[in-house]
């Protein structure tokens, strides 16, 4: 049997033929606004529910709302793929502010159908909600109103709605121009060579420390003759942000994102508590790791050096059929959907020029399919990556059973979904070690990610965290969010860091995704929720793929709280709970030390 070869660059004709200039994307973004015309129309004429027998007018709303949503997001991610893959697509960047104009209109729209919702008595709220029609997006239809009496008059927050287009979002759109723009020359196995800060990213992770330290230096320079305009950047979303919450009358800048992730601050403060509690055993391995590399002490840029020799290079093709053999021996759904998106070219992940940096999973639920993105550089973490954006895409296809309505999960539980599908692969990957050094490098890659969630994410968000709290006094110099950056990597990472990176707030693109605040803390939640759903699934074999599945259709339909209560049985506000998979995370570190004992 000839195995099929897999390509490297993703088929978005599937979609609309001629990329940004696609005369079928044209017609699309056309019919769009057709629909939304229609949409405000019909919502102009929704009267706030009176009885029981508006629940019929309120299913004709959702589905409406269903269709233009789906349109929108389908055009969106195709857009959002145009611009990934190449950068200097200046089409797509115009078609990308379209998009955000019709996104602004639907926002606003649906303000006014929660503001209606929300003007609906308790008594009649009640009765509507044990409709049998309307029984199964009780959850959701009670959060939409919750939220609207949360909010400003409609008017207020239509007016936000539209200034942000041109505002709010429009800021992030600059960084993403900005990065676009960011290229460095230096000298990789004896050749001079430019790299796009997506490329250079890659070297992090090079055999070579001179490559290593020369990459990282250069980008340093290169964010620090932009500094000021990163720095611009990041203070006037903030800024945004803030004014925002203070005309809502909101205190915390984390009660937006904690909404968003359907999580209270008791879990929140129980997760990091716990993770700040058992921070030595991770602090004693970048000591161990600086070293096995050679260095006086755990710099920055060696967070990501080999530890052994023999890293092996491992193909895509040979990443793809390492995925696919041991997603297959969790469970054969997985398995399925994950060669299905290989064989229909659903991934973009071939090293060339001007592509974005990073990695993501988009969703194009007209279609019901999604794309992945990434730079695939031929490692194992590479491979890691990989199986952690097909996690994202098998989330999506577990929920296509699910109404629209009911498949708005929170980014926590969506990298909850993306850490288990990595897991199994780095775990595998361990298992099948083919020798010693192997082993440990591939030991080592695991730490790496229990590094990332403890220490590098607690960063950005202690950074993310002090800098709102001084950017409510007034604009944060480029020198100043340095130096928060440095403090807050410190502390991190328990004084286990020599040279920091100082200009990280300018580098990562999370801090400037204006749809998202504080888009950090979800990936540790989601990596430790991980681990106990993994744990669960090693015990029970392949036939929790079952279980997992129902688990996945139930994240966006119930706090994070009721869910891991639901399907795991575990109160998540308590530190027990993320103590045991920290547990686990330390065993590995615990192996390493041994492994390496005798090196260095």
């Excluded at 509507?128 to 939220?147: Q, S």
């Excluded at 968000?461 to 020198?479: H, I, M, N, P, Q």
């Excluded at 993994?534 to 029970?540: D, Q, R, S, V």
């Excluded at 706090?559 to 998540?572: C, N, Q, R, Y």
Aim: glycine letters at 6%; a negative charge; one cysteine or more.
């Amino acid at each position: 049997m000839t195995t099929k070869i897999y390509s490297e660059v993703w088929d978005l004709d599937v979609f609309f033929k001629g990329g940004s200039s696609s005369p079928e994307l044209k017609e699309h973004l056309e019919s769009l606004k057709r629909k939304l015309d229609l949409f405000e129309l019909t919502l102009s004429k929704f009267d706030v529910p009176k009885n029981k027998s508006d629940a019929s007018k309120i299913v004709s709303i959702i589905e409406e709302t269903k269709q233009v949503a789906e349109n929108l997001s389908q055009a969106g991610a195709v857009i959002g793929c145009f611009l990934a893959q190449d950068t200097t697509d200046k089409q797509a960047n115009i078609l990308q502010g379209e998009i955000g104009s019709h996104s602004a209109r639907l926002s606003s729209s649906m303000l006014v159908l929660q503001q209606k919702l929300s003007k609906t008595t308790d008594e009649i709220w009640i009765s509507l909600m044990e409709d049998e029609e309307l029984k199964e997006f009780t959850f959701v239809l009670n959060e939409w109103r919750n939220e609207a009496k949360e909010l400003l008059s409609e008017k207020e927050e239509d007016m936000i709605t539209v200034l942000s287009v041109d505002g709010y979002h429009g800021w992030g759109q600059l960084y993403d121009l900005l990065v676009g723009d960011i290229k460095i020359r230096i000298t990789v196995d004896g050749e001079e060579k430019e790299f796009s800060y997506g490329q250079a990213s890659n070297l992090s992770s090079h055999s070579d420390a001179t490559v290593r330290r020369d990459s990282f230096e250069a980008l340093e320079q290169a964010w620090t003759e932009k500094e000021d305009f990163f720095a611009k950047t990041l203070n006037h979303m903030a800024g945004f942000r803030l004014a925002t919450y203070k005309k809502r009358g909101w205190d915390s800048v984390l009660k937006e994102p904690l909404h968003m992730n359907r999580m209270k601050q008791e879990t929140l403060d129980a997760m990091w508590g716990a993770i700040s509690a058992h921070k030595a055993p991770f602090v004693e391995y970048l000591k161990r790791k600086a070293e096995l590399v050679g260095a006086d002490a755990m710099h920055w840029y060696d967070l990501d050096a080999p530890v052994t020799q023999s890293t092996q290079k491992v193909s895509f093709q040979q990443g793809a059929e390492f995925i696919l053999d041991h997603f297959g021996k969790f469970g054969p759904e997985l398995e399925k959907f994950s060669r299905k998106a290989f064989e229909d070219e659903w991934i973009e992940s071939e090293d060339r020029p001007n592509k974005r940096p990073g990695g993501f999973c988009t969703g194009m639920p007209m279609s019901k399919q999604s794309r992945i993105f990434m730079t695939y550089s031929g490692t194992m973490s590479n491979v890691a990556t990989l199986a952690h954006e097909l996690g994202h895409a098998f989330h999506s296809h577990a929920l296509r059973p699910v109404h629209w309505m009911n498949r708005q999960y929170a980014m926590g539980v969506a990298e909850t979904a993306s850490t288990f599908a990595e897991m199994i692969v780095a775990d595998a990957a361990v298992k099948e070690a083919k020798t010693a050094d192997e082993k440990l490098s591939l030991l080592e890659d695991k730490i790496q990610r229990s590094v990332a969630f403890f220490m590098n994410i607690h960063a950005r968000f202690l950074f993310e965290t002090r800098f709102y709290d001084e950017r409510k006094k007034g604009l944060v110099s480029a020198s100043r969010l340095n130096k928060l950056m440095e403090e807050a990597q410190r502390e991190a990472f328990g004084d286990g860091l020599g040279d920091v990176h100082p200009h990280f707030w300018a580098s990562k693109l999370h801090f400037y995704i204006s749809r998202v605040p504080f888009y950090n803390f979800p990936y540790t939640f989601g990596y430790l929720f991980s681990l106990s759903i993994y744990a669960k699934a090693i015990e029970e074999g392949s036939n929790f793929e079952e279980k997992y599945i129902a688990l996945l259709q139930d994240t966006a339909i119930m706090s994070v709280e009721d869910l891991a209560m639901k399907h795991l049985g575990e109160d998540i506000s308590q530190h027990a709970f993320w103590e045991k998979g920290i547990a686990l995370c330390i065993k590995d570190v615990e192996e390493f030390l041994v492994l390496t004992s005798s090196k260095g």
